[in-house]
């Protein structure tokens, strides 16, 4: 049972890069997120999706593309990174949507923009 | 608006020694508590969550946590720590109309031999 996968595990990019986190779930989950991981923010919401071709912004959307076209997969595009992205990004799903829903984790992938 | 807060931002404990890691919350309804546990490099394991009934809930790894709704908290416990506890943990709340969680800005546990 592979869970949730996140690809690359690492990234280095340069400024003004687009660059793509990838986001695979073998549970069939109805709910996918993006969260990012910041020192004295803990984990605030990017972009989560309640089934495929469905997506709604979070907290902090700005800078960041998703799409959804099949329900294992969720990739985060940035599609210009700057320095402020430089944070750890975790993908996670859930069975359906609510305040009562657990959510699964990925490992996360670190990114670094220079 | 829900919010999470959690005080310590590091915790040293003796190995062996009891542990409490302290959260605050604040929201307006019955909250959706839960605590994850995020080891070195890892993502992010649920530990336990409470939604109703009985206030002191337990979880995994020996870890237990009490609703305290007139102190709004939600402090987690463990009798006698692990070195292989030492990871960073997070409160959060799920709150009415939304799909994700709030998260505080985690606890550090450093554990010594």
């Known amino acids: 049972d592979a869970g949730i996968t996140q690809s690359p595990r690492y990234k280095i990019t340069e400024t003004g890069r687009q660059v793509t986190l990838m986001c695979h779930q073998t549970?069939?989950?109805?709910?996918m997120f993006w969260y990012r991981q910041d020192l004295g923010h803990g984990l605030r919401l990017i972009y989560y999706s309640a089934a495929a071709d469905i997506t709604d912004k979070g907290e902090v959307p700005d800078g960041y593309v998703v799409s959804r076209s099949k329900t294992e997969n969720f990739p985060l595009t940035l599609e210009s990174a700057t320095r402020s992205q430089t944070s750890v990004y975790f993908c996670?799903?859930?069975?359906?949507?609510?305040?009562?829903?657990?959510?699964?984790f990925g490992p996360g992938t670190r990114l670094l923009v220079l | 608006a829900q919010s999470v807060t959690q005080p310590d931002i590091h915790i040293t404990v003796s190995e062996g020694a009891s542990l409490e890691l302290r959260c605050n919350y604040s929201?307006?309804?019955?909250?959706?508590l839960f605590w994850y546990v995020q080891s070195p490099g890892q993502g992010l394991q649920l530990l336990l969550k409470?939604?109703?009934?009985?206030?002191l809930v337990q979880g995994i790894k020996g870890f237990e946590a009490e609703f305290k709704r007139s102190q709004s908290s939600f402090n987690l416990r463990k009798p006698s720590v692990h070195w292989s506890d030492a990871a960073e943990y997070f409160c959060?709340?799920?709150?009415?109309?939304?799909?994700?969680?709030?998260f505080g800005t985690g606890t550090r546990l450093t554990v010594i031999p």
């Open positions: 959060a709340v799920g709150a009415t109309g939304a799909n994700n969680l709030f």
């Open positions: 549970w069939s989950h109805s709910y």
């Open positions: 996670a799903s859930s069975v359906a949507g609510g305040r009562r829903e657990t959510q699964y």
């Open positions: 929201y307006g309804a019955t909250p959706y």
């Open positions: 409470y939604f109703s009934g009985d206030t």
